[in-house]
Structure formats: C-alpha cells, structure tokens
C-alpha cells in the first residue's frame, strides 16, 4: 500500500518489485513487507534479488565496489 500510495499507482506490489522507481528524483526499491515474508517463505529470495539491487546502487553511487 506504501508503494502505491508513493507512486501514485494502482498496480500490485508484485508487478512493482524488483526494479527501481523514481520518487521526487530519489530512486526507490519496491519489495515485499516483512510481514508478508513469515507467511510466503518462498519470496525471501526474490526480497534478497531485490536489497542486492539496492547494495549495488548504494556502492556505485559511493564509488565503492559493494559486490559481494
């Protein structure tokens, strides 16, 4: 609901997740809520996709090499 809400969109968290958005021109990182992850385990890989995509960019916007 905060993603759409911050988007401006009607579209599902799972359509949404796994890429970046642009919010005010800031990039944003849609993923699954802790919550919903303790009842479908089976999404926890695509959430860890989606926070290596954010460690990624932080490391390229640093300057820093951050894969691991």
Do not use: C
Request: glycine letters at 8%; proline letters at 4%; aromatic letters at 8%.
């Amino acid at each position: 609901f905060a993603a759409q809400t911050l988007l401006n969109t009607k579209a599902p968290v799972g359509t949404l997740r796994g890429k970046f958005h642009d919010y005010k021109g800031i990039p944003m990182m849609v993923t699954f809520h802790p919550a919903y992850l303790l009842r479908n385990l089976n999404d926890k890989a695509k959430v860890w996709e989606d926070m290596k995509k954010v460690r990624d960019l932080l490391g390229e916007v640093s300057g820093k090499d951050s894969k691991r």
